[in-house]
């Protein structure tokens, strides 16, 4: 069964850095990209760029490009989202998903970040 | 790029009908087949419902179907249950990004 496993709740500060991780299994880890999609709250679903872990080469949506980093550890199969100086307007949960000929397949859990002074 | 264009609300009573439709471009939603469709409860992940227009994944229900044309693809549900109520979303994949409609909040009546 293919499963992603991400980190829990966060509660930082402006300004504080972060990093996010979602952990993958049941499958070929380094065959598959992971996609990273924000969702602030009461809001819908928004794109925020994809990640090969084979060669952790990565793609970002224009709006987050320079604003988020992504990164992967193949040798224990997880994919991580990083910011270096977080804004309030970064609260949101932050859902990863396993990306298969263009879809995404299985989501992790979520992990709700909240950014506040 | 822009958001796919998602109606905001759609209801229907129990054993109803209902389409969802989802609006993109011919660079997105009319040039490729990898348009999917994601449900999402209160406090829950997404889960995949239908991918590349109309195929459905094992465990999903066969009241749930999906269709394109020209640049507009379409979420059908049959035989209405409460449990459908949740949000729905639609996605398109294009070479450069993956794109996600505003989402739409199905209300069972």
């Known amino acids: 069964e293919v499963q992603l496993v991400q980190s829990g709740a966060e509660v930082k500060k402006p300004g504080e850095s972060l990093k996010i991780s979602c952990k993958g299994s049941g499958y070929t880890f380094t065959n598959y990209w992971i996609g990273w999609v924000r969702q602030m709250p009461g809001k819908g679903l928004e794109w925020m760029g994809i990640?090969?872990?084979?060669?952790?080469?990565?793609k970002y949506s224009p709006s987050f490009q320079g604003q988020v980093s992504m990164s992967a550890d193949k040798s224990i199969s997880t994919a991580y989202l990083q910011w270096s100086s977080l804004k309030a307007s970064d609260t949101a949960m932050y859902y990863c998903a396993r990306r298969s000929g263009g879809i995404l397949v299985e989501w992790g859990q979520g992990t709700l970040v909240t950014v506040s002074s | 790029q822009s958001a796919l264009t998602q109606p905001a609300s759609v209801s229907g009573s129990p054993g109803q009908s209902i389409t969802i439709s989802c609006t993109g471009a011919?660079?997105?939603?009319?040039?490729?087949?990898?348009v999917s469709w994601y449900q999402q409860h209160p406090g829950k992940a997404p889960k995949l419902m239908i991918y590349?227009?109309?195929n459905r994944p094992s465990g999903v229900s066969t009241r749930f179907s999906g269709s394109k044309s020209g640049n507009t693809a379409s979420l059908t549900i049959s035989g209405l249950q409460a449990e459908d109520e949740a949000d729905y979303y639609c996605s398109s994949y294009t070479s450069s990004s993956t794109l996600f409609g505003g989402g739409t909040k199905l209300t069972v009546l």
């Open positions: 011919s660079s997105d939603v009319g040039g490729y087949n990898h």
């Open positions: 590349d227009v109309s």
């Open positions: 990640i090969y872990p084979g060669d952790s080469d990565t």
